[in-house]
């Protein structure tokens, strides 16, 4: 029986995030700090042991649970609930309030949140497929969004607003937009920004935007990140300096290196190559996450399965370009690599809900032909 299970693990993302998590697991230990460097290497490998059994583990449940209304808002509400609790109780990390810490472990609850948001987002939209052309449901599901999103740009975390966002938008989108109902969301869009830029923004906030148009206004200040990590990245050169030999991040030239500027200490270490192995690996996992979202049984899976492949082409894209030089600094980790527990979990349990979606529409289906064959239907 056991064997059973074993073979209809899902191998294609098992095998296209495993490389990812063992180069980050290889990027985090040789830091300076060989005592810090153990201490991140065992905690980093507990939660993805913990992920990982999450993954399989859920790959085979009924996914058929989640079609719960109750369900689903209930645990949107909880996830919010988390995020005002943050804010009271929360720890405060290099300005932000954005964790709960208990001791040996800490959590971020905005994780949570941008998975319960893409399940009642596909819950509610698929529930209206045909009515979405209506404003007043584009306009429901973005008060949706802007709860949490207002709550995390509190802590503030401008990154993790910034994919609340972009996967409410993703969604929305996907399910076809009028020219007019469009305009007026860019409309929207240009006021919030204004309005964001000259009474919500940070100062620190705003330099990094400034330094991302004018990498020179302040290398020494809100440009240093940027500007280290883009050294670290262009030395690696073709093939990388090796394992261990990265400069920038092991003598702490570039901060955040075994989180945010993951990247850049990993191309610094293995290169272009290593690089480019990253980006087939991301790109594997998005195709085959999109090809289950095309076979999905019903709009609900197919919605939150195409939310999730939002969800990691968001984190891809944003942590590489901020690593590269190509996007303004936002905190946002780089999926199974950055050092970080509550990520971990959510990316596995997200993926592996996408599992249990696929293996049950295959079920459904083959329940439908023999009923056609037999006519039953």
């Not at 990982?52 to 808002?73: A, H, K, Q, T």
């Not at 969301?185 to 940070?202: D, I, P």
């Not at 399965?305 to 190509?326: A, K, Q, T």
């Amino acid at each position: 029986m056991i064997l059973d299970y074993i073979k209809k693990i899902d191998y294609v993302i098992l095998l296209s995030i495993l490389p990812i998590i063992i180069f980050g697991l290889l990027s985090i230990y040789p830091l300076s700090d060989e005592n810090l460097a153990i201490d991140y290497f065992f905690k980093q490998s507990i939660f993805i042991v913990l992920g990982l059994s999450f993954f399989i583990i859920l790959s085979f449940l009924d996914y058929r649970f989640l079609r719960n209304s109750y369900l689903v808002f209930s645990f949107y509400i909880f996830s919010v609930s988390l995020l005002i609790l943050v804010l009271i109780f929360g720890t405060e990390i290099n300005g932000s309030r954005a964790w709960f810490n208990f001791g040996f472990i800490s959590f971020q609850p905005a994780d949570l949140m941008k998975l319960s948001l893409i399940i009642l987002l596909s819950k509610y939209f698929s529930k209206r497929h045909i009515e979405i052309a209506y404003f007043k449901h584009i306009l429901i599901s973005f008060f949706y969004m802007f709860l949490p999103f207002i709550l995390i740009m509190k802590q503030p975390d401008l990154g993790s607003a910034v994919v609340i966002f972009f996967i409410w938008l993703g969604m929305i989108f996907t399910f076809g937009l009028s020219k007019k109902h469009l305009l007026i969301l860019f409309g929207l869009g240009f006021v919030s920004l204004f309005f964001l830029w000259n009474f919500y923004f940070k100062t620190y906030q705003k330099l990094r935007i400034i330094s991302f148009i004018n990498p020179n206004y302040d290398i020494r200040g809100s440009g240093w990140n940027v500007y280290q990590a883009t050294i670290a990245a262009g030395s690696g050169g073709l093939l990388g300096k090796g394992f261990g030999y990265g400069t920038q991040g092991r003598f702490n030239f570039l901060p955040a290196h075994e989180s945010d500027f993951i990247f850049a200490t990993f191309l610094e270490e293995w290169g272009f190559v290593g690089g480019i192995i990253i980006f087939i690996l991301i790109l594997i996992l998005i195709f085959h996450l999109s090809r289950y979202s095309l076979k999905a049984e019903s709009n609900f899976e197919s919605l939150f399965i195409l939310g999730i492949c939002i969800y990691f082409i968001l984190h891809f894209v944003i942590n590489i370009g901020m690593n590269i030089g190509l996007l303004p600094v936002t905190g946002i980790p780089l999926p199974f690599m950055s050092y970080g527990g509550s990520h971990i979990l959510i990316e596995c349990i997200s993926l592996g809900i996408c599992g249990g979606m696929s293996r049950y529409s295959k079920v459904a289906h083959l329940s439908r032909l023999k009923n056609e064959f037999l006519g039953l239907e």
